[in-house]
């Protein structure tokens, strides 16, 4: 079954044209990565698939519901969740009220001790957000994301600004995520990417470039130009 299916999307921001006609279908369990240089629309696709922002025109799909006029909040309610390319905690409280906040919002069925046991943060439950290191906050984003029990999963640069190491545990622990959750992934680093994607879904200038496995996308010469930024256009991070 499709998990989502996103059909003829376009968003232009007055005259610019964001996205167009970007239809992506993500089978459920399947792990998508969505790759591209900056300002190829990635982060407005994820906005526009969680209902933060309206598409001009072009529906979603989720579990063969559509949910193009539905807001964030009730598409969460139907198993959508997300991380944000930035950091977006409470970072004055508690890694425990955070998470608190984030299971009471869509109602989660999970518990939290053991919720947090799982993931090996019980022990840092009290401390405020903004105390832990940059890779433990992304950590904790992601955190949110499945304390909110989704089913798709989306997921915006989570390893960006990180160490090998740190970027080492997130990749682990988006790995060992079940398959009964539908993945998508911004990701620049093609390391995380290859090690990680099903099949990967290329965004150049608002358009899908292709759509392949990661063997044959990385063999494709206009990926390769585009990666290696030898068309002069702006290149990846
Ligand atoms: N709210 C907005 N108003 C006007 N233009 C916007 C808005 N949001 C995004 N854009 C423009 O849309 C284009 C795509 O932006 P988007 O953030 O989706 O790119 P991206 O692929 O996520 O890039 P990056 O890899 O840098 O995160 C950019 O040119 C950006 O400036
Ligand atoms: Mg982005």
Redo the contacts with the bound molecule.
């Keep these: 079954m499709k998990a989502l299916e996103v059909k003829n999307i376009c968003k232009n921001?007055?005259g610019?044209k964001?996205l167009q006609n970007v239809s992506i279908s993500v089978e459920t369990g399947e792990r998508r990565a969505i790759i591209?240089?900056?300002?190829?629309?990635?982060?407005?696709?994820f906005n526009i698939i969680s209902g933060i922002t309206t598409a001009s025109s072009g529906e979603i799909f989720i579990f063969g519901k559509k949910v193009t006029t539905l807001s964030p909040y009730h598409r969460a309610r139907l198993g959508l969740g997300r991380t944000f390319?930035k950091n977006n905690l409470f970072s004055d409280m508690s890694l425990l009220e955070n998470i608190y906040l984030a299971m009471r919002i869509n109602k989660s069925p999970l518990n939290m001790q053991d919720f947090l046991q799982q993931w090996g943060m019980w022990n840092r439950r009290n401390i405020k957000v903004k105390k832990l290191s940059y890779g433990e906050q992304r950590q904790v984003e992601l955190l949110l994301a499945l304390a909110q029990a989704p089913k798709i999963l989306l997921l915006d640069?989570p390893t960006a600004g990180m160490s090998p190491v740190e970027k080492g545990l997130i990749l682990q622990m988006i790995k060992g995520l079940d398959r009964s959750i539908t993945i998508l992934i911004?990701e620049?680093d093609m390391e995380v990417v290859f090690n990680l994607a099903d099949r990967i879904t290329v965004?150049h200038l608002g358009q899908v470039l292709c759509e392949a496995t990661p063997e044959i996308v990385k063999a494709k010469p206009r990926v390769q130009e585009i990666y290696l930024g030898t068309t002069g256009e702006e290149g990846w991070h």
Excluded: D, M, R
């Excluded at 591209?36 to 696709?45: I, M, Q």
């Design positions: 921001f007055g610019l964001v591209g240089p900056n300002g190829a629309g990635k982060t407005t696709l390319q640069e911004i620049h965004l």
